[in-house]
């Protein structure tokens, strides 16, 4: 069995929702990969002694043991990214000179969120706040979940720096889920802000989506990623 590391630097949140994603891509495909992944830490830690070719040093170390290392950040819209590009020192900027230096080192941007590969699947959202699976099977939610699926997820971007976007999006999606379940948080609002989404909800969130040709079609950057998990 060969192994891929991925390596999600900028939200431990984000590694684990997408390691579960590719776990699920991986078991789509049948394909024979074991997910190795690494953090936002390991990242900064790469960096901590002035080492400009501390992060080149640590994936030469992975790929002893990994066939391939695959970086995910996101790519919240053209203006932030635009932005980053301009820093000598970002995230961007950095994995971007590693990538083009190593064969084995690949460079996905998540877009425009995590949140976006999320909402591939809204039906296995509404699961997640149901606490349900049969939530699935019931017609009602099909059609909850169907009227508020974007068929494109990337284009849920912030059309201004700092604007809403995909992660804004699922906050307001999980209130919408909420108050079907409950009506009566709408008179609670303190109640209902405490069960919507949060960041730290993706781990748990990305065990309830389900991957198939449909859902992988609806983010071409998940699309891109799930290409590097099938047998090579």
Same mark, same amino acid.
Request: glycine share 4%; net charge positive.
């Given at each position: 069995?060969?192994?891929?590391?991925?390596?999600t630097?900028?939200?431990?949140f984000?590694?684990?929702?997408?390691?579960?994603?590719?776990?699920?891509?991986?078991?789509?495909?049948?394909?024979?990969?074991?997910?190795?992944?690494?953090?936002?830490?390991?990242?900064?830690q790469?960096? *901590?002694?002035?080492q400009?070719?501390?992060?080149?040093k *640590?994936?030469?170390?992975?790929?002893?043991t990994?066939?391939?290392?695959i970086f995910?950040?996101?790519?919240?819209?053209?203006?932030?990214?635009? *932005?980053?590009?301009k820093?000598?020192n970002?995230?961007?900027?950095?994995?971007?000179?590693?990538?083009?230096s190593?064969?084995?080192?690949?460079?996905?941007?998540?877009?425009?969120?995590?949140?976006?590969?999320?909402?591939?699947?809204?039906?296995?959202?509404?699961?997640?706040?149901?606490?349900?699976?049969?939530?699935r099977i019931?017609?009602?939610?099909?059609?909850?979940?169907?009227?508020? *699926?974007?068929?494109?997820?990337?284009?849920?971007?912030e059309?201004?720096?700092?604007?809403?976007?995909?992660?804004e999006?699922?906050?307001?999606?999980s209130?919408?889920?909420n108050l079907?379940?409950?009506?009566?948080?709408?008179?609670?609002?303190?109640n209902?802000k405490?069960?919507?989404?949060?960041?730290?909800d993706?781990?748990?969130?990305?065990?309830?989506?389900?991957?198939?040709q449909?859902?992988?079609?609806?983010?071409?950057?998940?699309?891109?990623?799930?290409?590097?998990?099938?047998?090579?």
């Amino acid at each position: 069995m060969s192994s891929i590391r991925i390596w999600t630097p900028e939200s431990d949140f984000d590694s684990k929702a997408v390691r579960c994603i590719a776990e699920k891509i991986i078991a789509f495909y049948g394909s024979d990969i074991k997910i190795l992944e690494s953090s936002k830490m390991a990242y900064n830690q790469a960096f *901590q002694k002035n080492q400009k070719d501390g992060l080149q040093k *640590q994936v030469n170390i992975y790929l002893r043991t990994s066939a391939l290392v695959i970086f995910l950040i996101d790519y919240d819209s053209i203006q932030s990214h635009t *932005q980053r590009s301009k820093e000598p020192n970002s995230l961007v900027n950095r994995i971007t000179e590693v990538v083009n230096s190593i064969d084995k080192a690949i460079l996905v941007y998540i877009k425009q969120e995590v949140e976006s590969w999320l909402l591939v699947a809204c039906l296995g959202i509404c699961c997640y706040f149901t606490k349900d699976e049969k939530t699935r099977i019931k017609k009602d939610w099909i059609e909850f979940s169907t009227k508020n *699926q974007h068929g494109n997820t990337e284009l849920i971007v912030e059309s201004v720096l700092g604007g809403k976007g995909a992660k804004e999006y699922l906050v307001d999606f999980s209130d919408s889920i909420n108050l079907k379940i409950n009506p009566n948080l709408a008179k609670k609002l303190d109640n209902l802000k405490q069960k919507r989404y949060s960041e730290s909800d993706s781990p748990q969130v990305a065990k309830y989506i389900e991957i198939n040709q449909q859902t992988l079609a609806r983010n071409e950057s998940l699309g891109e990623f799930a290409k590097y998990l099938q047998d090579r």
